[in-house]
Structure formats: C-alpha cells, structure tokens
C-alpha cells in the first residue's frame, strides 16, 4: 500500500529541456572505491491489530521486532564503461510475539502458528554504466508504478532481475527491467512471491520544473497486462503558498493462465482502469489536500505479484486500498509542518477516506471508510540525527467484509527509524 503519494515526482529532473548534457556521470567517476557508500538503516516495529467483531479467526495479533537493511553500493571504475557492484544483507529480530498474537506480516510464521525468532536475506547485483546509462543485474529494489517493491513492513520485499536506466536526455528518464524472482517482505525463500516473469518499460519526462509526466507498460507473466500514466504539477502561489495536482490512472487486462483460469472457474477476468485525482493547497505550516478515486470495468485493480507497492493511486492507504470493482472513493487529508513554530521535525498527519460502490461478489453497493491519524518528528542534529519516531494509527470500517474477512479493525503502528551512513 501506498501513503499518500506524489507519483513520480520525486523521479521529475529539475528541467524539461531535451538537450544532450555536456558531461556524463561516467566521466565524473572517482573509481570503484572512492565512490562507494556504505549505510544501515535500523528500525524498531510494534505493529498491533485489533479485528473486531471477528468470529472465524484471531481476535488481536500483536508483534515487535527489530530489522536491519544493509546496502553497499560501490562507485564505478574508470574508463568509458564503468562496472561495480551493489551488496543487500536484511536481518529481522523478534523482539516480542507469541502463537495466540503471531501474523502481523513483519515476522516469518511456522507451521507451528509461532513467528521465528528472526530471519535473514541478502543479494548481490553487478552494475555497468556507459556515460548516464545504468545496467544492474542480480538483487535490487525496484520503484517503477508498474513493478514497485514493498517496504510497508519491517523489511522491504527483495526482487531478481535485469534493470537498465537512462538519463541520457537532460529531464528524460527512461527505465526498463525484467524480472523473473522476488522474496516477499517477512520471508526468505527465493521467489516467495510466487512471481514467473515481469517486463516493463517507460519513462518520466519533466515537461516544465513544475510540469512533469510518465508513462509505464509493464507484463507479468500469467497474470496480467498494465499500463499506466501520471501528470504531476506544482505551482508556487507564493513564498508561503503552493498548489500541487496529481493524476494517477492504470489500465489491466488479464492474460496468459490468469485469462485461461479466470475462463476456467468463471470469474471475473480482468479488464479495468483505476485512476485517481488529488489536489494540494499548501499555506505556511498547513496542507490541505482532496483526492477522488474510482475504478471501472471489470475486476479489483490487481498487484501484488508484481510488487507489493506497485499501487501508485491516491487513496492507498494505511489500511485500504479502496480498489475494489467499481469502488468509488473521496480523501480528506490535513499536514501539519511544526518547523513553522519553531519545532523543525516534528509534523503531524490526518485524514479520512470514504469509499463506495464496490462489487465484492455479495453486494454492488458495499461500503468502507477508513481513518488515518500520524504524529513524527525526526531528531535534527546530535548523535542522534535524522533518528525518526512515528506513531501511526488507523481505524477502518466496512459494510461488508470488503477485505481482510473482517468488516472492522484497528491498528497501530509505533516506528523508531535509524539510518547510519557509514561510507
């Protein structure tokens, strides 16, 4: 799931020229060890969820545990073609859990219905650069809207593949993968996903510094076929004020098995677009933000196999997706900067999403809200800085059992985040 996100902004170059740069990042190389990072980011999880009015199942899951990201990425050597590697080492700890409070998706579960005492997974991955032009094969995180990995839990999910990534073209970025594994985020097993083969191409062009656009296609093998478009504009008002408007819209169809299964069974084969439209007003310390999703045509918006964050619409959220067949919803969302008040760190987030409209198989009209309340601060400066402590509840209600089995639950989520750049 996604968090209120501005879809490719953060992918956006500063300008839109088309015009060849003078100098490549390969001629800018200090050599394989001269330009290597090394860093650990450490977070701390108690994730608790409360179903209720839940009579097939748990009452309450409840666990905590501590994980560990490592990533050495080193620079490229010298010369026109630069090679280098990066090296992935995920560990996670259980701190706390127990058989009757086990299954918060942040532990790996044995047959025995108890979290493991902890976990480790790791990968590697040879990279070529030609002037701006990357080529990594091996294990890598993957951002693109149509194969995103999952970092929702207390490690992120770890896919296989080939990526190439351009920018050749001053505010042009192109990028394409193929990918044939993923582990999943509380497992370690290759291909825990369950994922056959994904290919994908597209790009992100910044039209104007505050104009920019993307287009995706991805297929995954035996799934489904998707496309998906993004236009993102931000306006300065002022020194104190700004707009911001995102529009989101993905397109699927199934194919392969996942077509002939669907024919086999007699379910609902896949042939949909879910898109989204949020808008920002900024003022001072305040944000206030309004979003309208819907889907139409046949089927949920499907993901998952093909990443866990491959899900770029306004209202995935902390809880919901709000992406069932025919759903309709609206967000209400409130940002609060304290940094205005003297108190750089520390903000605050609410918001509320209502959704209707959905098909879930009993009902065409089924129902579902869901409430979200966010308090952060990360600390500034000491030994302590950018350590980051987040409280995050959500509170969701359902007509009619949309997802999880379960038409009400709480939860909480309390996050202490500690990345340690080392080289």
């Known amino acids: 799931m996604r968090v209120m996100k501005w879809s490719m902004i953060a992918l956006a170059v500063s300008a839109g020229t088309s015009q060849f740069a003078m100098a490549s990042s ?63 080492g995920l560990l996670g700890v259980k701190l706390d859990s127990g058989k009757g409070r086990s299954g918060t998706g942040i532990l ?45 839990r207390l490690l992120p999910e770890l896919p296989q593949g080939i990526s190439i990534t351009s920018n050749e073209i001053k505010g042009l970025k192109l990028e394409g993968g193929h990918f044939t594994a993923s582990t999943a985020q509380a497992a370690t097993y290759h291909d825990s996903l369950g994922l056959k083969e994904t290919n994908f191409v597209g790009g992100v062009y910044a039209f104007t510094p505050e104009l920019t656009g993307s287009l995706y296609y991805a297929k995954t093998e035996d799934y489904w076929k998707k496309t998906y478009a993004n236009v993102n504009w931000t306006h300065a008002l002022s020194k104190e004020q700004s707009l911001a408007f995102d529009f989101n819209i993905y397109s699927t169809k199934s194919d392969g098995l996942g077509l002939q299964r669907a024919e086999k069974d007699n379910t609902t084969k896949l042939d949909n677009r879910a898109y989204s439209l949020q808008g920002a007003y900024t003022i001072d310390a305040h944000t206030f933000t309004l979003a309208y999703q819907k889907v139409t045509g046949d089927g949920d918006y499907g993901y998952g196999v093909d990443g866990g964050g491959t899900i770029f619409l306004a209202n995935s959220v902390a809880r919901s997706d709000f992406n069932a067949e025919g759903e309709k919803s609206w967000q209400a969302r409130y940002d609060l900067n304290m940094a205005t008040f003297g108190i750089p760190g520390l903000s605050f987030m609410t918001r509320y999403v209502t959704g209707s409209g959905a098909d879930n198989g009993v009902t065409n009209n089924a129902k579902e809200w869901e409430r979200d309340i966010e308090a952060k601060y990360v600390i500034q400066s000491g030994p302590a800085k950018d350590l980051s402590l987040r409280v995050r509840q959500a509170t969701y209600r359902s007509s009619d059992a949309i997802y999880y089995g379960s038409p009400s639950l709480d939860e909480l989520r309390l996050i202490a985040q500690y990345p340690l750049n080392i080289l």
């Open 26 to 88: 390969q001629d800018d190389s200090k050599g394989f060890v001269d330009d290597s990072t090394f860093s650990i980011n450490t977070r701390l999880l108690n994730f608790s969820r409360d179903y209720r009015n839940n009579d097939t199942g748990k009452s309450r899951v409840d666990e905590t545990a501590l994980g560990f990201n490592g990533l050495y990425q080193s620079g490229f050597t010298q010369g026109q073609i630069g090679v280098g590697i990066d090296v992935i």
């Open 108 to 152: 790996p579960v044995g047959a025995d219905g108890r979290a493991q005492d902890d976990y480790s997974k790791g990968g590697a991955a040879i990279k070529f650069r030609f002037s701006d032009t990357v080529l990594k094969i091996g294990d890598q995180y993957t951002t693109a809207p149509v194969f995103a990995s999952d970092d929702s």
